[in-house]
């Protein structure tokens, strides 16, 4: 695709549900990345994928989160048990090559509200 | 781990006039600026970005410059127009991971 696409664009679960959200980055990029952006606030590092593997998981916030990624294309972000303060706006971005400066594609986030 | 700091958190400025966000980071390694603008429910986009063998570059109205002694790199927009009006991001990466400032509200009054 033309650009960074993430789904779903909004999702409102029930307390303790599981959550997946998808991101399909731009065709032959190699790092992938998630943030959580809350109301209002900065973009907080969640993950990194350097092709399929994850050499930075330090930004997940609990064990109730977890990412893959497969064929060095298409990542899910998974909360389990959602809770409250899981509501935010998670954002996923792409990059061409793992470890050399260059932009940053991000996509239009996945809004997530836990009831 | 690199630290990222960001100034104002907000800033009104009549269009025309210039608008200046200041941020700084902590870890020398870094070598890559980016800036990035995000509108309301949009993903950030690029700006303007600057690497460290270059203290200033200029984009038509937009103007990053790096100081690299001092660790901070600002952002210069002139002649403010009211589409400017958005939250703007600064960044530092050694190439890995990125460092995110915690956002600056710019808003341009007609």
């Known amino acids: 695709g033309a650009g960074v696409s993430q789904s779903p664009s909004n999702k409102v679960t029930e307390k303790g549900k599981d959550v997946e959200l998808r991101c399909d980055p731009i065709s032959g990029h190699t790092a992938l990345y998630w943030y959580r952006q809350r109301l209002g606030q900065g973009l907080e590092f969640l993950i990194y994928?350097?092709?399929?593997?994850?050499?930075?998981k330090s930004g997940l916030p609990s064990d109730r989160f977890s990412a893959e990624r497969t064929g060095e294309s298409v990542s899910t972000l998974t909360i389990q048990r959602t809770q409250q303060e899981d509501s935010a706006v998670y954002l996923c971005?792409?990059?061409?090559?793992?470890?050399?400066?260059?932009?940053?594609?991000f996509g239009e986030g996945s809004r997530l509200t836990v009831l | 781990g690199e630290n990222v700091e960001q100034h104002p958190s907000t800033l009104s400025v009549q269009e025309g006039d210039s608008a200046v966000i200041k941020c700084t980071y902590s870890d020398s390694a870094s070598n890559y600026f980016p800036w990035y603008k995000q509108e309301l429910g949009k993903g950030p986009q690029l700006i303007i970005d600057i690497r460290s063998n270059v203290g200033e570059k200029k984009d038509q109205r937009i103007a990053v410059t790096l100081n690299k002694t001092a660790k901070h790199f600002s952002l210069h927009i002139t002649e403010t127009q009211p589409e400017d009006s958005a939250v703007y991001f600064c960044?530092?990466?050694?190439?890995?991971?990125?460092?995110f400032g915690t956002g600056t509200s710019l808003t341009v009054i007609p």
């Open positions: 960044a530092a990466t050694t190439g890995n991971q990125f460092y």
């Open positions: 971005a792409s990059s061409l090559v793992a470890g050399v400066p260059g932009e940053l594609f």
């Open positions: 994928f350097q092709g399929n593997s994850a050499p930075d």
